[in-house]
């Protein structure tokens, strides 16, 4: 688990991490191929070139193929992986 110093939660890192980079605060765009339908320019502004806010509220529940694979694990008392968009590497799994 990443915890700070303090070994609490959240973990607060410096502006320094949001400073410009080849591509917004990324060294690179998103992946072209995101799952559930979500949209590269969507997810790219979020990802790179935001640092307030996020997607407009309820975003995500227009995105169905989310849903249904979230109803599905809930069936088969699987978890889902989520993933980084930038580089693909696994951030966590929920529900645990």
């Given at each position: 688990k990443n915890v700070n110093d303090n070994g609490k939660f959240p973990v607060v890192g410096s502006n320094f991490i949001m400073n410009?980079?080849?591509?917004?605060?990324?060294?690179?765009?998103v992946q072209?191929?995101?799952?559930?339908?979500?949209?590269?320019?969507?997810?790219?502004?979020?990802?790179n070139?935001?640092?307030?806010?996020a997607e407009h509220s309820g975003y995500f529940k227009k995105?169905?193929?989310f849903l249904k694979e979230v109803e599905k694990c809930k069936q088969e008392k699987k978890t889902m992986t989520f993933?980084?968009?930038n580089t693909g590497k696994p951030l966590y799994e929920a529900p645990k």
């Open positions: 410009k980079k080849a591509h917004g605060t990324s060294a690179t765009p072209k191929s995101l799952r559930w339908g979500v949209d590269f320019q969507t997810a790219d502004r979020i990802c070139y935001n640092r307030h806010l995105k169905y193929k993933y980084d968009s």
